[in-house]
């Protein structure tokens, strides 16, 4: 019971929130040639790509600065509008998962149409305010991106890291989304939870960290596929401890995924998932 209690509390963000609260640290980061300032509730001494990271849901996880490199180096070949492998045959990790997010990218800069993308599980927003800015750095008024979490305080910290990313604020929108929706009948749409036209219309769904609740698997893919446009690519980037081989490719199959690659990154102590939904 003692260790059910310890696991419950662990993810419970409000809970932890409630019992332990904490002041608002801030980070300076950069990528992309922007300057992203993030706030987090607290500090621990684990050590991730060369920083120091908090480590719970509201935090920074240690697979959003993976993430965010990999937005980097996407939206360099974005720019220089390079060839991209199969992201089933990439020679690397970070390359299959540029070959998913460059088009993405690509399309922001310049067209045709506008364009969406949706962040699950966001967190402190780390990852969601580098792709915003990324992608809204020359039609900021062709791109929408969305990012997602479920606490309240988780919420209310995310937004306030939006709001000082102005670059990031003028393409974002911030909405509470619990994934558990998408298996409710009629999914997310039927519940009302998401203001604007989301649902089915994002050509990116992204996330950095959110599979470690092995019994949410279910829930995550389907409400990835049900902001996805038909054909367009969901972007997973784990930790290698929070990741669960013989769960993650079923889940997503039953939601309609077709799963490009997983694979295994030892450099960054990750996992990436790179699916498309089937159309």
Request: charged letters at 20%.
């Amino acid at each position: 019971d003692d260790e059910e209690e310890d696991i419950e509390t662990m993810f419970d963000v409000g809970r932890m929130l409630a019992a332990e609260p904490e002041p608002v640290v801030q980070h300076e980061f950069a990528y992309c040639g922007f300057t992203q300032r993030v706030g987090v509730l607290t500090e621990t001494d684990r050590t991730a790509a060369g920083a120091t990271f908090a480590v719970q849901g509201h935090f920074l996880w240690h697979s959003a600065p993976v993430l965010a490199a990999f937005t980097e180096a996407a939206y360099r070949k974005a720019l220089a509008d390079c060839p991209l492998p199969d992201p089933a045959e990439a020679a690397s990790t970070e390359d299959a998962v540029v070959a998913c997010l460059a088009p993405f990218l690509r399309r922001a800069l310049v067209g045709p149409g506008a364009v969406r993308a949706a962040e699950l599980g966001s967190g402190a927003g780390l990852t969601g305010i580098v792709m915003a800015q990324a992608a809204g750095s020359r039609r900021p008024d062709h791109v929408r991106v969305l990012l997602t979490d479920h606490d309240a305080p988780v919420v209310e910290l995310l937004r306030a890291n939006v709001g000082a990313n102005s670059d990031a604020a003028r393409v974002c929108s911030v909405q509470t989304l619990d994934w558990r929706l998408a298996l409710a009948p009629g999914g997310i749409r039927a519940s009302g939870a998401l203001e604007g036209d989301w649902l089915g219309a994002c050509d990116l769904v992204f996330a950095a960290d959110v599979l470690h609740r092995f019994d949410l698997y279910d829930a995550l893919f389907a409400a990835a596929a049900e902001l996805l446009k038909p054909g367009c690519p969901l972007v997973l980037v784990s930790g290698l401890w929070r990741y669960a081989w013989d769960l993650a490719a079923p889940a997503a199959a039953r939601a309609g995924f077709r799963v490009l690659t997983e694979r295994r990154d030892d450099a960054n102590q990750a996992v990436i998932t790179l699916c498309v939904r089937s159309s």
